[in-house]
């Protein structure tokens, strides 16, 4: 018997600053991706064709906590 999977829309949790957070667990037994943020200027288009996103200014983490710890360090990163 195969287990039956459960979509669970996205739900916004909150925000922190310029920045948004929300739990959107995937459809995997690993919960360190439950929750994604970003910066509500996120822009995730290529710098080249088929590249990594140009703006990091988004992420996946474990716990709202978590979340705003890698927060904090992006914009430590920006203050730079």
Request: with cysteine; glycine share 8%; aromatic share 12%.
């Amino acid at each position: 018997m195969s287990p039956t999977l459960r979509y669970i829309p996205t739900r916004f949790v909150g925000r922190t600053g310029e920045w948004k957070i929300n739990w959107n667990p995937p459809p995997i037994p690993c919960r360190e991706f439950d929750y994604e943020f970003y910066h509500e200027d996120y822009d995730g288009a290529p710098m080249e064709s088929g590249g990594p996103p140009a703006d990091n200014r988004c992420g996946h983490a474990a716990s709202i906590e978590a979340c705003i710890e890698v927060i904090k360090e992006l914009e430590e990163e920006s203050d730079e």
